[in-house]
């Protein structure tokens, strides 16, 4: 038998820009038979490998690029890595600030100034940038430049050629006054320094990793919501005892406890006991549920009121809560085509750049004569050029969008899913559980002599032990049932017995005629009315006389018509597909106002109706529950599927909705939209900054701290854009 492939997910240590994630990327790609895709943003490198490849040489790749890797930890309680980062930053601008207001303004400049603000530099640069020099270094060591070389190389010869003018020309005399400009002017080599340069750059690409680390932790916060809504401790019986033990010790078939007020712990079936559980967090439904015997709970939701007894079903890993997580995870190490764009461009840029500015330092001196313009203007392009922005672009957006829909109850496979959403013009829905309830239930009773309440007690008399969906829609919740004596059933007909003493007969009107009961036409008129709303009705008979009509169907869920009206108003066609025979389709399809239908459609069919709405050129999306409508979902150009716990593993969809309403689905193409449209917005920002940036810099327009600001200023740009999703409704 053939190994088996492996997914590996590593995390990454020391990645400081795009640059790097492209590098580590190439590394592990030229291993025979790997493909990895490094995510910046989230410093995880995802990594689809043969069997025979050890995790080992994949770390041994990584490391060999310069690069710590490892792979996950168990979950631990959240840390604030920015909080290192923060003292850094505010002690770098403590120093920072009075070289750049002393640089700046000429009337504070006091005799020796300069030397000061020199003294005050060389920590800015040395120890507040050393993130940036040792990763130049480390990416020196390799034969590779990054982000960091160009930080890097930019803040030190800014600061070497200020102590050289200082130390060697006339920078150093006591009474020298400094002139601050934004544009690039001509000066005396022997009297420039870039005190403030040095200083300012090294404080603004500081802030404004601090801002991207920063926020990149808030965007994540979706994810590390639903990871915290798991229980650390748990109620469980062992031994005839209750005891309180480590939610890790729990096993599949405990017996735990959840009391008001407690998260349930896992998976698990109830055996006992009622409670409001209240699943918003985890499936987005904001109603809360009812749950007795025999129903199933998920791990992390809230017990509101009343309290169960609870058989694990599942734990740990397998756990819905913790595929959710894994598939929001998976979502966010994607690549969106327009992003795999983006990530070329950034793996030449850095080198590409460091020729720029070498171009623009020789051809001051040796053009325009002026090696002061040159130096200043190389040092600026060096700093702006900086490629973070493109590499934050997707990442971010799709950290927010995937965070923000897994607290919705839509869950995104990936960058693929939103190119597709954004593509399609066609919804062809499931109706059966989708549009529908998917269970009869009764709709409307009618009785000859007005006791509405009578004909449905002794119908549900007749039913109560019946697991027929037209039995149960009739019996269920129904109060004050009948004892019933000599019970007869009569397949795909009817049922009769003595209810209350009177022999009673239920079943369809030619059924009824042929057991000798007069149906009057008021009767037959009315079943055929209901009939053509595509609901079933059935005939009760007492004492050998019409008593009443039941009218029973897959009721129509109450958000179809505005999930319908939703679709539309994106532009998508809306079709419906179902199982069920053409007079029930189209009534249904009458109420929502869809006017293209497929009814009668086997399981096994609806794939290919797909597949030839697709042959007629349309971009199709697929609604469904996700069991019988697998094949149909991954046919389709964008599958989404409808369903609880049950379905958030389907590999078939794109799109996985938690809640059972159609809304969802709207909900989920709005949000897929609405993050490639940011994902967009990035790209397009992050390439018309460079583009414009950097001959802006070459011709002296924008010096050197001038430029570390606007090249800060469009990361955190970038990153503030993207968080513009979690306001998404």
């Given at each position: 038998?053939?190994a088996v492939?492996q997914d590996?997910?590593?995390?990454i240590?020391g990645?400081?820009?795009a640059?790097?994630a492209?590098?580590?990327?190439?590394k592990?790609?030229?291993?025979?038979?790997?493909q990895?895709?490094?995510?910046?943003?989230l410093?995880?490198?995802?990594v689809?490998?043969?069997?025979?490849?050890?995790v080992?040489?994949?770390?041994?790749?990584?490391e060999?690029?310069?690069y710590?890797?490892?792979?996950?930890?168990?979950?631990?309680?959240?840390v604030d890595e920015?909080?290192?980062?923060r003292?850094?930053?505010?002690?770098?601008w403590?120093l920072?600030?009075p070289?750049?207001?002393?640089?700046?303004?000429?009337a504070w400049?006091?005799?020796g100034w300069q030397?000061?603000?020199?003294?005050l530099t060389v920590?800015?640069v040395l120890w507040?940038g050393?993130g940036?020099h040792?990763a130049?270094?480390q990416?020196?060591?390799h034969?590779?430049?990054t982000?960091?070389?160009?930080?890097?190389?930019?803040?030190l010869a800014?600061?070497?050629?200020?102590v050289?003018a200082m130390?060697?020309?006339?920078a150093?005399m006591?009474?020298?006054h400094?002139h601050f400009?934004?544009?690039?002017e001509?000066?005396?080599?022997a009297?420039?320094?870039?005190l403030e340069?040095?200083?300012?750059?090294?404080?603004?690409?500081?802030?404004g990793?601090?801002?991207?680390?920063?926020?990149?932790?808030?965007?994540?916060?979706?994810?590390?919501?639903?990871?915290?809504?798991?229980?650390?401790?748990?109620l469980?019986?062992r031994n005839?005892?209750?005891?309180t033990?480590?939610l890790a010790?729990?096993?599949?078939?405990?017996?735990?406890r959840?009391?008001?007020g407690?998260?349930?712990?896992?998976?698990?079936?109830?055996?006992?006991?009622?409670?409001?559980?209240d699943?918003s967090a985890?499936t987005g439904?904001?109603?809360?549920?009812?749950?007795?015997?025999?129903?199933?709970?998920?791990?992390?939701?809230?017990?509101?009121?009343?309290?169960?007894?609870v058989?694990?079903t599942a734990?740990?890993?397998?756990?819905?809560?913790s595929r959710?997580?894994?598939l929001?995870?998976?979502?966010?190490t994607?690549?969106a085509?327009?992003?795999?764009?983006?990530d070329?461009v950034?793996g030449?840029f850095?080198?590409?750049?460091?020729l720029?500015?070498l171009a623009t330092?020789?051809g001051w001196?040796l053009?325009?004569?002026?090696?002061?313009r040159?130096f200043?203007?190389?040092?600026?392009?060096?700093?702006?050029a900086?490629p973070?922005?493109?590499?934050?672009?997707?990442?971010?957006?799709?950290l927010?969008g995937?965070g923000r829909?897994?607290?919705?109850?839509?869950?995104?496979?990936?960058?693929?899913?939103?190119e597709?959403a954004?593509?399609?013009?066609?919804?062809?829905?499931?109706?059966?559980?989708?549009?529908?309830?998917?269970?009869m239930?009764?709709?409307g009773?009618w009785?000859a002599?007005?006791?509405?309440?009578?004909?449905?007690r002794?119908?549900?008399?007749?039913?109560q032990d019946?697991?027929h969906?037209?039995?149960?829609?009739?019996?269920?919740d129904?109060?004050?049932?009948?004892?019933v004596?000599?019970f007869r059933?009569?397949d795909?007909?009817?049922?009769g017995g003595v209810?209350?003493?009177r022999?009673a007969?239920?079943?369809?009107?030619?059924?009824l005629?042929?057991?000798?009961?007069d149906?009057?036409?008021?009767?037959h008129?009315?079943?055929?009315?209901?009939?053509?709303?595509?609901?079933?009705a059935v005939?009760?008979?007492?004492?050998?006389?019409?008593?009443?009509?039941?009218?029973?169907?897959?009721?129509?869920?109450?958000?179809s018509v505005?999930?319908i009206r939703?679709?539309?108003?994106?532009g998508?066609?809306p079709v419906?597909?179902?199982?069920?025979h053409?007079?029930?389709?189209?009534?249904?399809?009458r109420?929502?106002g869809i006017h293209?239908?497929?009814a009668?459609?086997?399981?096994?069919?609806?794939?290919a109706?797909?597949?030839?709405?697709?042959?007629?050129g349309?971009k199709v999306?697929?609604?469904?529950d996700?069991?019988?409508?697998?094949?149909?979902?991954?046919?389709a150009?964008?599958?989404?599927?409808?369903?609880?716990g049950?379905?958030v593993?389907?590999?078939?969809?794109d799109?996985t909705?938690l809640r059972t309403?159609?809304?969802?689905?709207?909900?989920?193409?709005?949000l897929s939209?609405a993050?490639?449209?940011?994902?967009?917005?990035?790209i397009?920002?992050a390439?018309?900054?460079?583009l414009?940036a950097v001959?802006?810099?070459?011709s002296?327009?924008?010096?050197p701290m001038?430029?570390?600001f606007?090249?800060?200023a469009?990361?955190v740009?970038?990153?503030?854009?993207?968080?513009r999703l979690?306001?998404f409704r």
């Open positions: 038998m053939a492939d590996i997910r590593l995390d240590e990645m400081t820009c640059s790097c492209m590098r580590i990327e190439k592990l790609n030229k291993l025979e038979g790997v990895a895709s490094v995510n910046y943003a410093g995880t490198a995802s689809h490998a043969p069997a025979d490849v050890p080992e040489q994949l770390v041994q790749t990584v060999a690029a310069g710590g890797a490892s792979l996950p930890q168990p979950a631990q309680p959240p920015t909080a290192g980062l003292r850094r930053l505010i002690a770098t403590v920072a600030l070289v750049i207001a002393l640089s700046m303004v000429p400049q006091f005799f030397w000061v603000a020199l003294a920590p800015v507040g050393r940036f040792r130049a270094w990416n020196l060591r034969g590779t430049a982000m960091d070389t160009l930080v890097s190389v930019g803040t800014a600061l070497a050629w200020s050289y130390v060697f020309g006339r150093g006591i009474g020298m400094h400009s934004v544009v690039v001509p000066q005396e080599a009297d420039a320094i870039y340069a040095a200083a300012g750059v090294t404080a603004f690409l500081l802030l990793r601090y801002l991207e680390a920063r926020s990149k932790r808030v965007a994540g916060a979706a994810v590390q919501g639903l990871l915290r809504l798991k229980a650390d401790e748990v469980v019986e005839g005892a209750a005891s033990i480590p010790q729990l096993v599949i078939g405990d017996v735990f959840v009391r008001p407690d998260r349930v712990a896992t998976d698990g079936v109830v055996i006992d006991g009622h409670a409001s559980v699943a985890v439904e904001s109603v809360p549920v009812e749950v007795g015997p025999g129903d199933h709970v998920v791990g992390g939701t809230l017990a509101a009121g009343g309290s169960v007894r058989r694990a734990v740990g890993a397998d756990t819905e809560l959710i997580a894994a929001v995870e998976t979502a966010q994607g690549k085509s327009v992003q795999r764009l983006a070329r950034a030449v850095v080198p590409v750049i460091l720029l500015a330092l020789l001196w053009i325009g004569g002026d090696l002061t040159g200043t203007a190389a040092v600026a392009v060096l700093v702006i900086c973070c922005a493109l590499g934050l672009a997707t990442p971010v957006a799709l927010v995937t829909g897994a607290q919705l109850g839509i869950l995104i496979r990936g960058p693929q899913a939103l597709q954004d593509a399609v013009r066609t919804v062809v829905l499931d109706k059966t559980g989708t549009l529908t309830d998917g269970r239930s009764l709709v009773v009785a002599d007005g006791d509405e309440q009578q004909v449905r002794v119908a549900a008399s007749l039913e019946s697991a969906p037209i039995a149960t829609a009739i019996s269920r129904a109060a004050g049932l009948s004892p004596e000599d059933s009569y795909g007909a009817g049922v209810v209350e003493g022999p007969l239920l079943g369809r009107v030619g059924w005629r042929e057991q000798g009961i149906v009057p036409a008021l009767v008129g009315r079943v055929d009315a209901e009939a053509e709303l595509g609901r079933t005939v009760l008979a007492v004492g050998g006389q019409v008593s009443g009509v039941l009218s029973v169907a897959d009721r129509i869920r109450p958000t505005a999930a939703g679709f539309e108003a994106l998508l066609r419906m597909m179902t199982g069920d053409r007079g029930v389709a189209e009534a249904v399809a109420q929502l293209e239908v497929h009668a459609v086997l399981p096994q069919d609806k794939a109706h797909v597949s030839a709405l697709q042959q007629q349309q999306a697929m609604v469904g996700g069991v019988n409508d697998a094949a149909a979902l991954a046919t150009d964008l599958g989404i599927a409808m369903g609880s049950a379905d593993a389907s590999d078939a969809a799109l909705l309403d159609p809304v969802a689905a709207v909900d989920a193409v709005r939209r993050t490639l449209r940011v994902i967009r917005q990035n397009g920002w390439f018309a900054y460079n414009a001959p802006l810099a070459m002296g327009r924008l010096g001038v430029a570390g606007a090249m800060a469009s990361s740009l970038v990153v503030l854009n993207s968080l979690r306001r």
